[in-house]
């Protein structure tokens, strides 16, 4: 398990990246719901193009990598992931994440649907849509809380 940043004035308290985690991070105490931040590292696999393992001569060879997602709702088994920009290495990472752990629920919480492409045809939403991911803005829906 992976230590926590802290934040050094108050050791008891994490240290957010950026100034969308905080803000979730607020919002689900307001609202009583216990979470921890980047609680531990996931691990998966991603392949590795035109390789060859030396051993055995397969060409599918994988990398061993660790995922640690920003929000962790123990009581709903949900993952939250928190996104101003969604980067094409990190939706290639996620996907190998996904992959690799079928069973993880995990869900994204962007800031906003913002333009993946540059010809403004595909969004944050549109790709999660496409690739089975659960995506809402600014706030952990009432719905991810229940169930739904």
Request: charged fraction near 30%; proline fraction near 5%; charge should be positive.
């Amino acid at each position: 398990m992976r230590s926590r940043r802290r934040d050094i004035k108050n050791p008891n308290k994490p240290k957010y990246k950026g100034s969308f985690e905080p803000g979730v991070a607020r919002n689900l105490t307001k609202r009583g719901i216990a979470f921890d931040y980047e609680p531990h590292a996931i691990v998966y696999w991603k392949k590795l193009p035109n390789s060859k393992c030396n051993h055995c001569g397969s060409k599918e060879v994988h990398e061993r990598h660790r995922y640690t997602p920003d929000f962790y709702l123990k009581d709903y088994g949900l993952y939250i992931e928190t996104k101003g920009k969604f980067t094409s290495t990190m939706r290639t990472k996620m996907l190998a994440v996904k992959e690799s752990n079928p069973e993880l629920n995990i869900k994204f919480l962007f800031m906003k649907d913002n333009w993946i492409t540059k010809n403004h045809k595909h969004r944050y939403s549109d790709w999660c849509e496409q690739n089975g991911f659960d995506y809402a803005f600014m706030k952990v829906p009432d719905e991810w809380l229940r169930g739904d």
